[in-house]
């Protein structure tokens, strides 16, 4: 008789463990679940918001790299504009655009000199 008593726990515990016996919502009504069912719902709740707010931070990491690339791209084309215009106003090269552009002008002969009060 207790054999046939053990036999019987076994294959409780074995339908108990069955994929079918989980598939199927059984384990639901087992003492356990039922009487950890706020405790559950808690950690599932926590775990679609720290899901939640992980995507919320890769999107705002992605947009800060996006953004950091374009200040990169717009500083390195402000550098290079400060330069041409550098170049552009040095004087030998206002008198070789001068002279392209054929227009009568000449460099100053005499040095400029400065008025005091």
Not at 50 to 77: A, H, P, S
Not at 78 to 89: D, P, W
Not at 92 to 112: H, R, V
Request: net charge positive; hydrophobic share 35%; aromatic share 10%.
């Amino acid at each position: 008789m207790e054999e046939n008593g053990q036999r019987k726990k076994t294959r409780k515990k074995e339908k108990r463990l069955s994929f079918w016996y989980i598939l199927g919502g059984g384990i639901l009504k087992e003492d356990f679940i039922l009487r950890h069912t706020r405790m559950i719902v808690l950690v599932v709740v926590l775990a679609f918001f720290f899901i939640g707010n992980r995507y919320t931070c890769m999107q705002k990491l992605r947009e800060i790299d996006r953004l950091q690339q374009q200040l990169r791209d717009v500083r390195f084309e402000a550098l290079s504009i400060s330069s041409e215009l550098t170049g552009n106003s040095r004087q030998s090269q206002i008198e070789l655009l001068i002279e392209e552009q054929g227009i009568d002008l000449e460099g100053a002969k005499t040095p400029p000199y400065e008025l005091y009060k």
